[in-house]
Every structure is written in structure tokens, then in C-alpha cells.
């Protein structure tokens, strides 16, 4: 970071400027095989094991189209209101990187799959229509492995490797147009665009789509404008934001830094730029101009994409419910209030909350979990709720223990305590931890006496029936037990005895 960024005040910065974003995101396909040739794409293989001539740009390779990587590429492109092209190819993109051993990535340039779509995306209650550019094919690199250095960079490192299990897995970068209009939401607005947009991918069932893992990378194109001015300004584009958070704080932070810049008298530099979590700042990358030429040309070594009619309408007829129509559906099923739902949604839980129900929790019960417990500890590690760690099928479990009475919320929040620290499934976790409640009528009785006969004028008030200080004796007897005990059957036996 550098020491002489100066950050505006978010307020100030709406007072006097327009903010303008674009989104360009990265979905990494989970077909069985590459984009070009057959080569396996699971993760996690030893380096350099899933490769061959063609995705190792050896001379004399010829690559071949993936058609399921066409087909997702399609279904992506529908599910976003894109029109699909009749005709179009891949074009090589020239350009030298060490992981990249064709030394060009096959991409499409002026010829896309989908283009001309849009998403509606929805914040407090308030709907922005995201336009979609183009959605095009391309392929991943490989990875590069950076050996000696603190820090994993290459800067300090003693030597390089590089693995290409990665290069040639399918990709699909999907453009938006200039959102503008924003104003305040400006940042939520990016972070929900993010969000509905992988809920979209994830229903597709084209890519796992987890930002933590790499499916799934944004970058976030920022610029200002004079407030009212009506045009663009001068952007910058932070890359690889790989969470939903950040993508929230990316877009705020560069707001306010280039407010600084341009307040100053200064101009935006047109460049890349590094998030880093750790400290919430953005850090200079390389220059960008508009006029970046990678001279591209029509790929020699692949034929056309040419998708008839008819399968596009078959694709067509298998796409997952349109977002908005499921929301609401989902919402009248679960009984949500408008602002419930609203919540969900805002709190990236609403894929969340509906895997949980479907796995047999009641809808009030999961959004609890999910907004509430999850969110905070979420909130505390500074991640988002999906990569907790937590699944939907753990808190549908926990939920059926407390439904069973075998748990209550507090026993539950120690069951969970158990799942972040990878301890098992709900029910190992109950077993090894001994949280279950006690309901063995023997002990609870005697914990009940003992409570009465400790606290004799308590005891005289409920006999004289003051229920309300049943309270007390009920509370004595969830500390002996240390919280173990069926409150309700507490205040029962409590209630009996001195009836
Ligand atoms: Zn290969």
C-alpha cells in the first residue's frame, strides 16, 4: 500500500461524484475433460500428470472443440437473456506467460458465443438491471509455483515451477456493459451481481463455482464521474476478488481512493490492480490501455461454432427456473416476510437456506441458522457463509437433534463450534463432545429437588401460584446440568412438584 493514498469519506465521495462498474467474472467449467483435447481436469492431481501434445502446445497438436463446454456455454448465455450466435469461432490471443505454454490463449474475440443479455439483480428490495456484453469460451492457464520468496510471489523466490494440469480447462468470461445509477449501492450492487450470479451457475450445475477454490473469479472494473456529468470515467480494474465480501470492499476502497486522486486534482491511472484481503487496500498492478493489442486472429486449427437452431431451444428447455420467478415462489413455500427474504438474499443465504429445507429443516429454522449463528461467525472470520466450512445437511441435522429434543440452541452452537473445527459430522460431534441433552427422568428429578430445596422461598412463591418465578428454579437446574436439561420438562417437573 502505498503511503500517500488518500481515502474519502464514502459520503463525500456520493456527494460529489457518479460511480460506474463493470464486471468481468470467470466460470470454470466441471467438464469431465479440457476445452481442446481429452485430458482429465480433476483436482488436485500431481503437477504436469494431466497434460498432453495439444494442451502443452506441442507442434503438429491439433485441438478439437468440447461440446459440453459449448453446450454450458450456451446454457450460461440463455440463462442470462443472451442472444446465441449462429456462427462464431475462436480466435488465439498472443501474448507471452510462463504458464501459458502455447504462448497465445485460444479465446473468442469479436465473435462471441452469447451476447446482448441482462440479469436484474436485487438490493434492499430495489431492482438494477445488470446488461450482459458477451459471454465467450476461452481456456484456463496453467499455474505457476513461485519456490524461496516469504510470500508465494515471485518477487524474493529462488525458482519457478509450473504446472499445466490447469492449462486448457474451459472457461467461460462473462462481460457485463457500464452499470451505472447506483449511487450509494454502488459496492452491493457489485457484490449481489456476484451472488445471483453464481446461484445462477451452481442451478446450471455447469461449475462447482466456488470463489474460494478458484471456480469462480471477478474482476471489478471502477470509475467516477463528476456527479450528474453523465459520462465515464477513467476505470481501473482490481482482479481476481475472490470473495463476495471483497468484492463489496474492493468496489467501496477504489471508490474512495480514486475520489482522493481526483480531488487532489489528480487523473486515474487506467490499470490493474491487487486486492489484498488482509489489509482491505488495493495495490497497483500493471498499465492497461484500451488499445491493448494482442493481435488477435481466427483460429487456423478449429472449425467454427455453428449451433443449430434446434439445439438451442433444447437448451433452452432445460434451464433451471428464472431466478426472480423461483425467489419469489420460494418465498410464499417458506412463508418469509418481505424483509426476511430481503435478508436471505442480501446475506448471499438464499441457495443456502433452500438447500437446507430441501434437506428437511423448517424454513424459519434455517434462516435463523444461516442469518444468525452463521453469519456472525462468518462475519468474525472474515469470510462468506457458503465457504464456512458448514454445510446445509449439517444444519438440517443439527436442527432435527433440536427438533427431537436431543439438543437445544445452546448444545447446538457447540455442535457447530465442533464443525468449524472439522471435528466430525453433527452426530460424531454430539457423541465426542457428550452435548446431548439429559433425559433420563431420574436425574432430572433429583436436579429438581435439589433446586427446590436449595431455594425454599422461591419454592413457597410457585406453591402460593406465582408461576413466573418458576424461572428461577428452572435456571438453577439448567446450570447444575450445565445446560444439558430439557427446559420445558424442567418447568413441568418443577411446576408438578410443588402444584
Ligand atoms: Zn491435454
Avoid at 253 to 262: D, S, T
Avoid at 286 to 311: C, G, H, N, Q
Wanted: aromatic share 6%; glycine share 10%.
Amino acid at each position: 500500500m502505498s503511503a500517500t493514498e488518500t481515502l474519502v469519506p464514502f459520503d463525500d465521495v456520493l456527494a460529489a461524484y457518479d460511480p460506474a462498474l463493470g464486471l468481468e467474472v470467470h466460470v470454470e467449467l466441471s467438464t469431465a475433460t479440457k476445452m481442446f483435447c481429452g485430458c482429465p481436469t480433476g483436482f488436485g492431481a500431481e503437477p504436469n500428470t494431466q497434460v498432453c501434445p495439444t494442451c502443452l502446445g506441442l507442434p503438429g497438436a491439433m485441438p478439437a472443440v468440447n461440446r459440453v463446454a459449448v453446450e454450458s456455454a450456451i446454457r450460461i448465455g440463455l440463462a442470462l437473456n443472451c442472444e446465441i450466435a449462429e456462427w462464431c469461432r475462436f480466435a488465439r490471443k498472443n501474448y507471452f506467460y510462463p504458464d501459458m505454454p502455447k504462448n497465445f490463449q485460444t479465446s473468442q474475440y469479436d465473435e462471441p458465443i452469447a451476447f446482448e443479455g441482462f440479469m436484474d439483480v436485487e438490493v434492499d428490495g430495489e431492482t438494477f438491471r445488470v446488461e450482459i456484453e458477451r459471454a465467450h469460451m476461452e481456456e484456463d492457464t496453467g499455474k505457476s509455483l513461485h519456490v524461496g520468496g516469504s510470500t508465494g510471489r515471485i518477487h524474493g523466490a529462488d525458482y519457478s515451477l509450473v504446472d499445466y494440469n490447469r492449462a486448457g480447462i474451459p472457461l467461460i468470461e462473462i462481460v457485463t456493459k457500464p452499470i451505472t445509477g447506483m449511487g450509494e449501492k454502488a459496492p452491493a450492487v457489485a457484490r449481489a451481481y456476484v451472488q445471483q450470479l453464481r446461484e445462477l451457475i451452481v442451478a446450471l450445475g455447469v461449475s462447482e463455482a466456488r470463489m474460494d477454490q478458484g471456480n469462480l473469479r471477478a474482476d471489478v472494473n471502477l470509475s467516477l464521474a463528476p456527479k450528474g456529468s453523465g459520462v465515464l470515467g477513467t476505470r481501473t480494474e482490481t482482479k481476481n476478488v475472490n470473495s463476495f465480501r471483497s468484492v463489496e470492499r474492493a468496489v467501496r476502497y477504489e471508490m474512495q481512493r480514486h475520489a482522493g486522486i481526483l480531488g487532489s486534482g489528480g487523473s486515474i491511472l487506467q490499470e490493474t490492480r491487487h486486492w489484498h484481503e488482509d489489509t482491505g487496500v488495493t495495490t497497483s498492478g500493471r498499465e492497461k490501455s484500451d488499445a491493448d493489442d494482442y493481435r488477435y486472429f481466427p483460429e487456423p486449427d478449429l472449425v467454427p461454432v455453428a449451433p443449430t437452431r434446434e439445439w438451442v431451444e433444447e437448451l433452452r428447455a432445460t434451464l433451471p427456473e428464472n431466478p426472480t420467478q423461483k425467489r419469489a415462489r420460494l418465498q410464499a413455500d417458506w412463508g418469509f416476510s418481505d424483509m426476511e427474504m430481503r435478508d436471505t438474499v442480501g446475506a448471499g443465504a438464499f441457495g443456502l437456506v433452500e438447500a437446507t429445507v430441501a434437506a428437511g429443516c423448517p424454513p424459519q429454522a434455517a434462516r435463523k441458522w444461516w442469518l444468525g449463528e452463521m453469519a456472525r461467525r462468518a462475519n468474525d472470520s472474515g469470510t462468506d457463509i457458503a465457504d464456512l466450512g458448514v454445510t446445509p445437511l449439517d444444519v438440517a441435522r443439527v436442527q432435527a437433534l433440536v427438533d427431537e429434543g436431543s439438543l437445544n440452541d445452546k448444545l447446538a452452537r457447540q455442535v457447530f463450534d465442533g464443525l468449524l473445527a472439522g471435528e466430525g459430522t453433527p452426530d460424531e460431534i454430539v457423541a465426542s463432545r457428550g452435548l446431548a441433552i439429559v433425559s433420563d427422568e431420574g436425574a432430572l428429578n433429583a436436579a429438581v429437588d435439589e433446586a427446590i430445596a436449595a431455594n425454599p422461598d422461591v419454592a413457597d412463591k410457585i406453591r402460593d401460584g406465582k408461576h413466573a418465578a418458576a424461572g428461577a428454579l428452572i435456571g438453577a437446574v439448567m446450570k447444575q446440568m450445565r445446560g444439558q436439561a430439557d427446559a420445558a420438562r424442567v418447568r413441568e417437573l418443577v411446576l408438578e412438584k410443588l402444584a
